[in-house]
């Protein structure tokens, strides 16, 4: 099989670029190793920024998202028995996010890809990515009980921090930044209405809380817990009691409680594989960088990176340059590090670090009360929360 892009994975950098490239008419062929339920229920992000949000509805793909997603226009940041709202449009200059399941936005992207006519292949998984660096790469995969070959002019890996792309690198011609962290995430789904009408990261000396939702029936709820953490130890009535203990404040009723329909830990780090690009071979999303989750940066900067290759494609197509797809790397990887940076911060201001000590302690809340009492500091947050511009915007 012969295509012009090759895509590896169909979470939501892979099948948004499939839909990006069709609307450009580039074609593409999307490989994805699960099947479709798979990718289509597996729990992850909720938190769109204003351009992610607006790319999709350019896209064509935003009509569900306008009619079920949430706007929501600010945060609650609770620590040291106090409540502080961030206010985003004030902030940004009308800007805001939408809680809008990734899962759903899959399910959306999924429908058009088909709808179109694909080609999108479920259970093929890639097994290698050969002669990345000549002008016909190709994508050895495995399908339907055979081993066959996806002939391109250009690869694009969104396979996920565990897939195949960035094995591709010759030794020598890539470096990886990697940090972790003491703690990992419990988060759960609960069959209940969100206790608050926005999103509420807490500070509590026991450990870092966060009430969010899906929907307006259903909450998601997180709670900081050590590394390695086995979630079925935590009974529901410890997650209710625990989350009301960090997020209480002097006044606040407790949590409505209902029924936890699902449960996962999931382990916090920051990595960055540079450059994100070896000859035709391009790696996009998860693949190339991962954000600890504190910040919501991770689907939003895997959209980033696909903005920016289709745009790099569409302009070689219609002008001959290849400037912009030759800055890829660079323009991809400015925007990464600063996400790098607020994932880190945010994260390190919210959690307990195990090790820490009083004097960090006195530190976080210092940071928090600036936030507070600052504009300068809340224009920041508020910033970076609703998401810094894409590359060639
Ligand atoms: P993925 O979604 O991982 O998709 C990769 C795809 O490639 C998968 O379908 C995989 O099956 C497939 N694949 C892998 N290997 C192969 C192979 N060899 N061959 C073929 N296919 C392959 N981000 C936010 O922006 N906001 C949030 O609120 C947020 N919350 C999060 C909460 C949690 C608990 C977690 C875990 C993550 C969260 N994230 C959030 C991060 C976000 O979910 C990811 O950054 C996002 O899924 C990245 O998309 P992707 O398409 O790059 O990778
Ligand atoms: C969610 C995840 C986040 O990391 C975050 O900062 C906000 C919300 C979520 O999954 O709902």
Same mark, same amino acid.
């Given at each position: 099989?012969?295509?012009?892009?090759?895509?590896?994975?169909?979470?939501?950098?892979?099948?948004?670029?499939?839909?990006?490239l069709?609307?450009?008419?580039?074609?593409?062929?999307v490989?994805?190793?699960?099947? @479709? =339920?798979y990718?289509?229920?597996?729990?992850? =992000?909720?938190?769109? &920024?204003?351009?992610t949000?607006?790319?999709?509805?350019?896209?064509?793909?935003?009509?569900?998202?306008? @009619?079920?997603?949430?706007?929501h226009?600010?945060?609650?940041?609770? %620590?040291?028995?106090r409540r502080?709202?961030?206010?985003?449009?004030?902030?940004? +200059?009308?800007?805001?996010?939408?809680v !809008?399941?990734?899962?759903?936005? #899959?399910?959306?992207?999924i429908?058009?890809?088909?709808?179109?006519? +694909?080609?999108?292949?479920?259970?093929?998984e890639?097994?290698?990515v050969?002669?990345?660096?000549s002008?016909?790469?190709?994508?050895?995969y495995?399908?339907?009980?055979?081993?066959?070959?996806?002939?391109?002019?250009? #690869?694009?890996?969104?396979?996920?921090?565990?897939? /195949?792309?960035?094995?591709?690198?010759?030794?020598?011609?890539?470096?990886? %930044? &990697?940090?972790?962290?003491? !703690?990992?995430?419990?988060? #759960?789904?609960?069959?209940?209405?969100p206790s608050?009408a926005?999103l509420?990261?807490?500070?509590?000396?026991?450990?870092?809380?966060?009430?969010?939702?899906r929907?307006?029936?259903?909450?998601?709820?997180?709670?900081?817990?050590?590394?390695?953490?086995?979630a079925?130890r935590?009974?529901d009535?410890?997650?209710?009691?625990?989350?009301?203990?960090?997020?209480?404040?002097?006044?606040?009723?407790?949590?409505?409680?209902?029924?936890?329909?699902? @449960?996962?830990?999931? =382990?916090?780090r920051s990595? /960055?594989?540079?450059p994100?690009? !070896?000859?035709?071979?391009?790696? =996009?999303?998860?693949?190339?960088?991962?954000?600890?989750?504190?910040?919501?940066?991770g689907?939003n900067?895997?959209?980033?990176? /696909?903005?920016?290759?289709?745009?790099?494609?569409?302009?070689? @197509?219609?002008?001959?340059?290849?400037?912009?797809l030759?800055?890829?790397?660079?323009?991809?990887?400015?925007?990464?590090?600063?996400?790098?940076?607020?994932?880190?911060?945010?994260?390190?201001?919210?959690?307990r670090?195990p090790e820490?000590?009083?004097?960090?302690?006195?530190?976080?809340?210092?940071?928090?009360?600036?936030i507070a009492?600052?504009r300068?500091?809340?224009?920041?947050?508020?910033?970076? !929360?609703?998401g810094?511009? %894409?590359?060639l915007?």
């Open positions: 099989m012969r295509t012009t892009v090759g895509i590896i994975g169909a979470g939501p950098a892979g099948l948004l670029l499939a839909r990006l069709h609307l450009r008419g580039v074609d593409s062929v490989l994805e190793a699960r099947d @479709r =339920a990718c289509e229920q597996r729990q992850r =992000a909720g938190i769109l &920024e204003q351009g949000a607006d790319v999709l509805r350019a896209a064509g793909a935003g009509a569900r998202m306008d @009619r079920e997603g949430l706007p226009n600010g945060i609650e940041l609770r %620590f040291d028995g502080h709202r961030i206010d985003f449009p004030s902030l940004t +200059g009308g800007r805001a996010v939408t !809008y399941p990734q899962t759903e936005v #899959v399910k959306d992207l429908a058009l890809r088909l709808a179109e006519g +694909g080609p999108l292949f479920f259970e093929a890639a097994l290698a050969e002669d990345a660096e002008p016909s790469p190709r994508v050895r495995r399908h339907e009980g055979g081993e066959r070959q996806l002939e391109c002019d250009y #690869v694009v890996a969104c396979d996920g921090s565990w897939g /195949v792309g960035r094995s591709a690198f010759p030794a020598g011609t890539a470096r990886v %930044f &990697e940090r972790g962290y003491p !703690y990992a995430w419990l988060g #759960v789904l609960a069959e209940t209405p608050s926005e509420v990261y807490a500070r509590h000396e026991r450990g870092f809380a966060l009430l969010s939702m929907s307006l029936e259903l909450s998601r709820l997180y709670l900081q817990v050590p590394a390695g953490t086995d079925a935590w009974s009535e410890a997650v209710w009691d625990e989350l009301d203990h960090r997020t209480g404040t002097p006044g606040a009723g407790r949590l409505e409680r209902g029924p936890i329909t699902s @449960r996962s830990v999931t =382990a916090m990595l /960055v594989h540079e994100m690009r !070896y000859g035709n071979l391009f790696l =996009a999303g998860d693949a190339a960088h991962i954000v600890p989750p504190t910040g919501a940066k689907l900067l895997a959209v980033g990176d /696909v903005v920016a290759f289709a745009r790099g494609l569409a302009h070689e @197509r219609r002008t001959g340059s290849s400037r912009h030759d800055a890829y790397s660079e323009l991809c990887l400015r925007r990464v590090w600063q996400a790098e940076r607020f994932s880190y911060s945010l994260t390190t201001v919210l959690h670090d820490g000590t009083e004097f960090d302690d006195r530190l976080q809340l210092a940071r928090l009360d600036r009492t600052a300068s500091a809340a224009t920041h947050l508020a910033e970076n !929360y609703t810094l511009p %894409f590359p915007d």
